[in-house]
């Protein structure tokens, strides 16, 4: 491959969408202590082209995202692809955006960047990427030259970054960490200097995300509360919409609780939440936990919530959901729990309206 055919193959391999789910999930699975080296945050990246010919022929704008700060581009860059005269291989430009911090920057529309000229950006020749194909495992390894990425930090003086990719047609791995040339100390590092792992998404809710997702839509129910002995307490009616979109390249998840006994006022709760993991993570103002499918059958059979409850006067809840085989009934049963002592059981029959 001649390294014109070799700068299209690497532009189209490295657009599109990517996350490290997969890599998450098989760390978290691992068990064992936290360690650095071990990837446990959700990120996911935003690759696409720019029809931006005041910057080069081919130009990519990619957006990085954490789970921890999902409203902020943790990587933001624009890179220009073209083939070396003096080496005879692709190089990338990396353009920096100027003013502002260089990582954890607000998000920005690709349209916006599109129309930028070259002095929105800083240029340092030093931190471009150099590809090498390595035909026999179908990728492309791309690194900067040793050395050569150097800046001025204003806490630690000079700096040196450091950093590695490799571009296979359905994966994207890098590290990157930056030392002080002072004393070769460690200023930053990805995870310990380990690869992370980023697989192409197809954009859609695939099966790796949990069972709780499909049941999006609004439901309509009635509660019955028991107490620790099986006394019926109450019964009222309830209304549950459950919506799942994306933002900012994540997943995002939210809920809409509304019910109360018939003779008096409805009650409002919201739990806010995000998907990543193989699980739901979610909060709401007396609450905060995580629901997972039940294991052992694919596609899962129901779901497991664990919520802890934020005031100790509060008991947590563990429940577990069952749906129909056609998604349209699902049946909950909750334990209330305080101390290590049961304190009560909540029975939830419901129908779902729409799936809108």
């Known amino acids: 491959m001649d390294s014109a055919a070799q700068l299209e193959t690497i532009a189209c ?3 599109g969408d990517f996350d490290n789910r997969r890599q998450v999930a098989a760390t978290l699975a691992r068990g ?4 650095p080296e071990l990837t446990r945050e959700l990120r996911t990246m935003v690759v696409e082209r720019l029809q931006a010919p005041q ?22 860059r624009v890179v220009v692809l073209g083939v070396d005269p003096q080496r005879g291989t692709v190089r990338a430009e990396q353009l920096f955006f100027r003013g502002g911090p260089t990582y954890d920057r607000p998000a920005l529309d690709a349209a916006r960047v599109q129309a930028l000229g070259p002095e929105a950006f ?3 020749p030093g931190c471009d990427l150099y590809f090498e194909a390595e035909p026999a ?32 047609p359905d994966q994207l791995w890098y590290r990157d960490r930056s030392l002080r040339l002072a004393d070769g100390s460690v200023r930053g590092e990805i995870d310990g200097f380990s690869w992370l792992l980023f697989d192409r998404a ?3 809710m695939g099966a790796d995300l949990p069972a709780l997702v499909g049941q999006q839509g609004v439901w309509s129910g009635t509660f019955r509360r028991y107490d620790a002995l099986g006394d019926l307490l109450e019964t009222f009616p309830s209304t549950i919409t459950i919506r799942v979109f994306q933002q900012a390249g994540r997943w995002r998840y ?7 006994p018939e003779d008096a006022p409805l ?4 739990a806010q939440g995000e998907i990543h993991s193989g699980r739901v993570w979610f909060a709401s103002e007396r609450y905060q936990g995580w629901a997972m499918d039940l294991p052992g059958q694919a596609p899962a059979a129901g779901s497991l919530l664990v919520m802890h409850a934020r005031d100790p006067a509060d008991p947590d809840i563990h429940e577990i959901i069952s749906c129909s085989p056609d998604g349209r009934r699902r049946w909950r049963v909750s334990q209330l729990l305080r101390d290590g002592h049961l304190v009560g059981r909540t029975l939830i029959d419901e129908e779902k309206l729409t799936g809108d």
Do not use: I, K
């Open 13 to 15: 391999r490295w657009q």
């Open 32 to 35: 064992g202590p936290v360690a």
């Open 55 to 76: 910057l080069g022929a081919w130009v990519l704008y990619f957006q990085e995202f954490r789970a921890s700060a999902p409203q902020l581009a943790h990587r933001q």
């Open 122 to 124: 800083d240029r340092h």
């Open 137 to 168: 495992l179908d990728r492309f390894r791309a690194r900067m030259d040793p050395g050569a990425c150097r800046y001025r930090h204003p806490q630690d003086g000079e700096v040196c970054a450091d950093f590695e990719m490799l571009l296979h």
């Open 202 to 204: 197809d954009g859609t």
């Open 254 to 260: 939210h809920q809409s609780n509304l019910h109360g």
């Open 267 to 270: 009650r409002r709760l919201e």
